[in-house]
């Protein structure tokens, strides 16, 4: 394409806009609409319309879409990274959280009622599809641990790991459902 001075021009990989005022060989000069003198080659301009053809530039096009984009929802709450990965469910299986009175109890009997609530809060979080749960075991010597390992194999579409060491410890699994949509 051939360019002489005067012609109006716009940048392709650009959103300048402007007049050829100058013509070297391949090299054009360009005043910009802001005044700025550019070099450009033939290949990176085309020529714009006639005054009296109604076409939109590049540079017209950004300086439109900069004056209407608003961002939407400005009521919406942000909800912060951590607060977006918090589990939805807490199960507290410490002994002293799930009887009034243990006293008396043998440990075999202990451990049938903390992986029977387990098991109830975790078909409950299947059943209301809450993706993530927490089951706080303790530390102890690791067999309340082990025991819902054993229980969480046992079921399909489920992953668990340590929970947030920051602020469980070494004394939480985190339960993941991954959810069938």
């Known amino acids: 394409m051939s360019f002489k001075i005067g012609d109006r021009v716009e940048a392709l990989d650009d959103v300048i806009c402007g007049k050829v005022v100058a013509v ?29 053809e109604i076409e939109v530039s590049n540079f017209e096009v950004a300086q439109i879409k900069a004056t209407k984009e608003i961002p939407k929802n400005k009521n919406r ?32 009997d202990m451990l049938n009622l903390q992986l029977d609530t387990a098991k109830r809060r975790l078909d409950f979080a299947l059943r209301k599809r809450i ?5 706080i075991h303790g530390v ?29 410890g070494m004394g939480a699994t985190e339960v993941y459902f991954f959810q069938n949509v």
């Not at 993706?131 to 089951?135: H, I, N, P, R, S």
């Not at 102890?140 to 469980?168: P, T």
């Open 24 to 52: 070297n060989n391949q090299e054009i000069t360009v005043e910009s609409t802001e005044g700025f003198l550019l070099k450009y080659k033939a290949s990176e301009l085309l020529k714009r319309a006639k005054v009296d």
């Open 77 to 108: 709450k942000l909800v912060k990274p951590k607060e977006r990965n918090a589990p939805q469910m807490e199960v507290d299986l410490h002994i002293q959280k799930l009887t009034p009175s243990y006293k008396g109890m043998s440990n075999f």
């Open 131 to 135: 993706q993530k749960v927490v089951f």
């Open 140 to 168: 102890g010597e690791g067999v309340l641990k082990e025991e819902l390992y054993y229980l969480f194999r046992r079921y399909e579409g489920l992953k668990y790991y340590d929970a947030d060491y920051q602020k469980y």
